[in-house]
């Protein structure tokens, strides 16, 4: 670069506007797609913000994914090197070794198996919505509908009893905290790896046709990657999710010319469900990945070591991308979005977190049409201190 | 228009079955992108073009 490099930023994270992204992104990314960033552990690295940088960076295989080769962006992050290497988690892995999981796992979640799901997924969406109606408003969207949902849907997948749901809710809130200690978070993850380990033995013995017994059958993966997937896949499968219906319907209750289109015109669904997806952009640090050699990004050169955080939520917001694009607009056409991330760690689970989603908010919505918030927008508690972003509670009447 | 896709580099997120149906499917083994229209018809080609764009692993290419 000829032009003088701006100073090193950190990553914000506290937000103005609980629908936009955190602090001067937008700012940042009109000064340019890439600039220096320092790191909780000084490092002076990257912060991506522009779409097609970001893009570029995801998809190219010279940077690193794995754990101990990345700085942490916020100093809270340190604490996943408490996680250094777990067999099977994938998502921490580079090619060959990710490929080889993640192959085994992609039959799994293509488009077709995900639709074959829908009545089970309405069956379950269904059943909420009638317990939350014979409980009376008001009631916590959160506790009743948006997390019960995909955690009953991957429990099922996965062939997990949901009768333990408090034990790995619990272990997942721990490991999704920003605020969790390391010590916290080791013992987290040992706590849900033995669980998930306990589970493996048993149906060696006794296969269900779940998915776990299906990585069983395989013959091609030990117990310990099977259970460093299945944790994986639990955790991913149902936090975010989560954040999305609930998050998702409180930008709706906010919009309500839309919340009232989707919920009259349900051909409405798929174009809203990428739009929220674009537009609120849950997965809100990172991803980051380390260079391993010298590369060029648009002009930018990143050098072997050096890490390069991308702001999914700024490349979402990119006007060279998408017009007005801090309008919500659950009509235009929002795909090629990068919330699922981009390259070979693209969002393994985005096929079923469509289809929960698009089952979900009109669900909702149709049941109760006089839905509303049944707190001042003060007291909603947004989850900044969250590796997903979202709301911890959101109180509803109607 | 002819379709090439590289199923070493495809990951099965199924971007193009979304994108282009009646094109693309995934294989019921391992997911990958399986092509059911190598040469499309003119009515599909701009689905096709934003499939390739959408693509995440850049397995999809056309001539
Ligand atoms: C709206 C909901 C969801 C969002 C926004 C989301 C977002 C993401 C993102 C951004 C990545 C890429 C991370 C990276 O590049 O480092 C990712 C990967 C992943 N997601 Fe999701 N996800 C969602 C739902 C799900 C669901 C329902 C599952 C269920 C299995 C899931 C499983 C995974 C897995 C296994 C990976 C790792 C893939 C790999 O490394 O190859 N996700 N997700
Ligand atoms: S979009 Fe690309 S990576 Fe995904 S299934 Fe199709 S060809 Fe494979």
């Known amino acids: 670069m000829t032009n003088a490099m701006p100073e090193p930023v950190t990553l914000p994270l506290s937000r103005e506007e609980p629908f936009d992204p955190p602090g001067d992104l937008g700012r940042w990314r009109e000064e340019g797609p890439i600039r220096p960033m320092l790191y909780a552990d000084d490092h002076v690295g990257w912060l991506a913000t522009g779409y097609s940088a970001v893009r570029a960076v995801l998809a190219d295989p010279r940077f690193s994914t794995e754990t101990t080769r990345l700085h942490p962006p916020i100093s809270q992050r340190a604490r996943l090197q408490a996680l250094a290497k777990l067999p099977g988690f994938f998502i921490r892995e580079d090619p060959p070794e990710h490929t080889r999981l993640r192959r085994l796992l992609t039959g799994q979640f293509t488009v077709r198996r995900m639709r074959q799901l829908e009545p089970r997924i309405e069956k379950i969406t269904a059943d909420r919505l009638d317990a939350m109606e014979r409980e009376g408003a008001p009631a916590d969207l959160v506790r009743e509908f948006a997390l019960p949902i995909p955690s009953l849907v991957i429990c099922e997948l996965l062939g997990v009893p949901y009768g333990d749901h408090e034990r790995f809710q619990r272990d997942s809130t721990t490991l999704l905290s920003l605020e969790s200690s390391i010590e916290q978070v080791r013992e987290a993850m040992e706590d849900l790896l033995d669980y998930i380990r306990g589970l493996v033995v048993r149906k060696r013995a006794e296969p269900g046709d779940d998915l776990i017994s299906g990585l069983i059958a395989t013959g091609r993966l030990t117990d310990v990657e099977i259970a460093g997937a299945s944790v994986l896949m639990l955790i991913a499968g149902h936090e975010t999710t989560a954040n999305m219906l609930a998050l998702g319907t409180y930008t709706l209750l906010k919009n309500p010319a839309q919340l009232a289109a989707l919920r009259d015109d349900p051909s409405l669904a798929d174009a809203a469900v990428e739009e929220l997806l674009r537009y609120l952009t849950i997965v809100h640090i990172g991803p980051v990945r380390t260079a391993m050699e010298d590369v060029e990004i648009e002009g930018y050169t990143i050098r072997a070591g050096e890490s390069v955080t991308l702001s999914l939520g700024a490349a979402n917001r990119d006007p060279e991308r998408f017009d007005s694009p801090d309008t919500l607009d659950i009509t235009r056409q929002a795909t090629g979005h990068v919330s699922f991330g981009h390259g070979v760690h693209q969002c393994l689970g985005q096929q079923l977190a469509r289809i929960e989603m698009r089952i979900g908010y009109p669900a909702l919505l149709r049941r109760f049409p006089g839905l509303r918030l049944a707190t001042p927008d003060e007291e909603v508690a947004m989850r900044s201190n969250m590796a997903i972003y979202g709301v911890h509670r959101l109180p509803v009447a109607w | ?63």
Do not use: H, N, Y
């Open chain 2, 1 to 63: 228009m002819r379709i090439k896709a590289d199923t070493d580099v495809c990951i099965g997120a199924g971007m193009c079955v979304l994108t282009a149906a009646d094109v693309f499917d995934q294989s019921e083994e391992d997911g990958t992108v399986v092509v059911l229209l190598p040469e499309p018809p003119a009515d599909k080609e701009g689905a096709v073009r934003r499939a390739v764009q959408v693509c995440p692993s850049g397995a999809l290419s056309i001539s």
